[in-house]
């Protein structure tokens, strides 16, 4: 007999489907009268500049309130909903209101009496997660007696999918996050993600896929109107059952293969019962990684390789790298594509995250974030360094990088940084099954 329980349930419609999700996989069943209860969704990015793609990137609000609705039938009146979303400016709390205000967090408190808390304004708590993996929790979730975690069904070009295990990680502090973007064997990024939910409260995990986001986690990647929930109240049943949707065999996802060794469970799923639709009707596959090719001048982005660029040598992202030189990755990508002209540039190496080493022989070497810098500073295979040092990197320092570099990048990708999602948008116009609805609290 199976010891945990997945349902897979098609959405449909408000309400009733994630009713039908959560009942067949019982996962309220457990829910103490009474309860405090903590709902984290994923809003893994933020803007306030200009409108972007949220469809597979961001949890739906209508998930978020079809889930506080049941709550209160169940006489649950201590719900609170909170999120820690990075932002490139640290301190910045305007940016979380925002979100919360824009996706109707406000009016679910007006009409629920919910509470909305951005993680990064709480006390977080150490925790020790075992054979020293210690991390510094949101104080909130863990005084709660009951966790609903509401993540995206997505892929993640660094950790193959970000499920429920993965949406965790918006709740541990900034040194934390950075701590675990790590490339030590047995204790890289992979490693820290796996034991994220190992001291958890009691939980219900429901996978939004009302949308999925293939070549996650962000706005740059491939949406799809997929309308499918996954939901148990076992955070890695869930996820194991999350990853074949998505196409990928959970024996390929690395830091669910460390979850389920550490649980001392098998990761194929032959100890789960899945109820509700068939794992192989609702599947479809996901690609998680972004195509990078090899030219005679070096690595680089596959698209920039079709483009004929010369002179650049762009190497692939790696677990090292973290949220923060991720955000800032894709604008440098972005620019350096369209400065372009047709002349090679002179042998320009760059370099990003903690481990990457330099390449003897280039004439000018870019190192991206404090991290880069710290560890090549007085590397002699370095010839001319170019040093970003800032954490996060700011825009200003990265045009002047490039521009040191040879490479004349237009100023307009770096003075608000915020508006290039907004660019992504384009992919979307005229498509109908890509509703703005699903992020807003309906009267």
């Given at each position: 007999m199976?010891?945990?329980t997945?349902?897979?349930?098609?959405?449909?419609?408000?309400?009733?489907?994630?009713?039908?999700?959560?009942?067949?996989?019982?996962?309220?069943?457990?829910?103490?009268?009474?309860?405090?209860?903590?709902?984290?969704?994923?809003?893994?990015?933020?803007?306030?500049?200009?409108?972007?793609?949220?469809?597979?990137?961001?949890?739906?609000?209508?998930?978020?309130?079809?889930?506080?609705?049941?709550?209160?039938?169940?006489g649950?009146d201590?719900?609170?909903?909170?999120?820690?979303?990075?932002?490139?400016?640290?301190?910045?709390?305007?940016?979380?209101?925002?979100?919360?205000?824009?996706?109707?967090?406000?009016?679910?408190?007006?009409?629920?009496g919910v509470?909305?808390?951005?993680?990064?304004?709480?006390?977080?708590?150490?925790?020790?997660?075992?054979?020293?993996?210690?991390?510094?929790?949101?104080?909130?979730?863990?005084?709660?007696?009951?966790?609903?975690?509401?993540?995206?069904?997505?892929?993640?070009?660094?950790?193959?999918?970000?499920?429920?295990?993965?949406?965790?990680?918006?709740?541990?502090?900034?040194?934390?996050?950075?701590?675990?973007?790590?490339?030590?064997?047995?204790?890289?990024?992979?490693?820290?993600?796996?034991?994220?939910?190992?001291?958890?409260?009691?939980?219900?995990?429901?996978i939004?896929?009302?949308?999925?986001?293939?070549?996650?986690?962000?706005?740059?990647?491939?949406?799809?109107?997929?309308?499918?929930?996954?939901?148990?109240?076992?955070?890695?049943?869930?996820?194991?059952?999350?990853?074949?949707?998505?196409?990928?065999?959970?024996?390929?996802?690395?830091?669910?293969?460390?979850?389920?060794?550490?649980?001392?469970?098998?990761?194929?799923?032959?100890?789960?019962?899945?109820?509700?639709?068939?794992?192989?009707?609702?599947?479809?596959?996901?690609?998680?990684?972004?195509?990078?090719?090899?030219?005679?001048?070096?690595?680089?982005?596959?698209?920039l390789?079709?483009d004929?660029?010369?002179?650049?040598?762009?190497?692939?992202?790696?677990?090292?790298?973290?949220?923060?030189?991720s955000?800032?990755?894709?604008?440098?990508?972005?620019?350096?594509?369209?400065?372009?002209?047709?002349?090679?540039?002179?042998?320009?190496?760059?370099?990003?995250?903690?481990?990457?080493?330099?390449?003897?022989?280039?004439?000018?070497?870019?190192?991206?974030?404090?991290?880069?810098?710290?560890?090549?500073?007085?590397?002699?295979?370095?010839r001319?360094?170019?040093?970003?040092?800032?954490?996060?990197?700011?825009?200003?320092?990265?045009?002047?990088?490039?521009?040191?570099?040879?490479?004349?990048?237009?100023?307009?990708?770096?003075?608000?940084?915020?508006?290039?999602?907004?660019?992504?948008?384009?992919?979307?116009?005229?498509?109908?099954?890509?509703?703005?609805?699903?992020?807003?609290?309906?009267d």
């Open positions: 199976s010891a945990f997945v349902a897979v349930v098609r959405y449909e419609e408000p309400e009733s489907s994630v009713r039908r999700a959560v009942e067949v996989c019982r996962g309220l069943d457990h829910l103490p009268a009474r309860a405090k209860v903590f709902i984290k969704p994923n809003i893994v990015f933020w803007t306030r500049s200009a409108p972007f793609p949220k469809w597979g990137v961001i949890t739906t609000t209508r998930v978020v309130e079809d889930v506080i609705l049941l709550l209160k039938e169940r649950i201590d719900i609170t909903i909170g999120e820690g979303t990075v932002t490139m400016t640290p301190g910045d709390t305007q940016t979380a209101t925002h979100a919360f205000a824009t996706l109707g967090y406000e009016a679910l408190k007006l009409r629920y509470k909305c808390l951005n993680v990064f304004e709480r006390p977080f708590t150490p925790l020790d997660l075992k054979d020293g993996f210690k991390v510094r929790f949101n104080a909130d979730a863990l005084a709660s007696d009951f966790i609903v975690d509401l993540p995206v069904l997505k892929s993640h070009n660094q950790t193959v999918v970000s499920l429920g295990i993965k949406n965790l990680k918006g709740l541990i502090d900034i040194p934390s996050r950075k701590r675990c973007h790590s490339m030590q064997p047995g204790r890289d990024l992979h490693a820290w993600v796996a034991r994220l939910a190992d001291k958890m409260p009691p939980m219900l995990t429901l939004d896929g009302i949308y999925s986001n293939e070549r996650g986690p962000g706005f740059d990647g491939r949406m799809h109107r997929s309308n499918v929930l996954v939901a148990s109240s076992d955070v890695l049943s869930a996820d194991l059952v999350g990853a074949r949707i998505l196409g990928h065999d959970p024996d390929r996802v690395p830091h669910l293969v460390h979850a389920a060794r550490n649980r001392g469970r098998p990761w194929d799923l032959s100890d789960i019962a899945t109820l509700g639709e068939k794992v192989e009707a609702a599947a479809r596959r996901h690609e998680h990684d972004f195509a990078y090719s090899e030219t005679p001048d070096g690595i680089m982005p596959t698209p390789a079709r004929g660029l010369q002179g650049i040598f762009y190497r692939k992202y790696d677990l090292s790298m973290c949220t923060y030189c955000a800032v990755n894709g604008v440098m990508l972005t620019a350096i594509r369209h400065a372009w002209k047709g002349a090679a540039w002179d042998r320009v190496e760059v370099l990003t995250g903690k481990s990457m080493q330099p390449t003897p022989g280039m004439q000018k070497t870019v190192l991206v974030g404090r991290c880069m810098h710290k560890a090549h500073r007085k590397n002699p295979d370095i001319r360094m170019i040093a970003v040092k800032g954490c996060p990197p700011e825009p200003q320092d990265l045009l002047n990088a490039l521009r040191q570099a040879g490479i004349d990048a237009d100023s307009k990708w770096f003075e608000d940084m915020e508006r290039l999602p907004a660019v992504f948008m384009s992919r979307y116009a005229g498509r109908p099954e890509f509703e703005e609805r699903h992020f807003r609290a309906e």
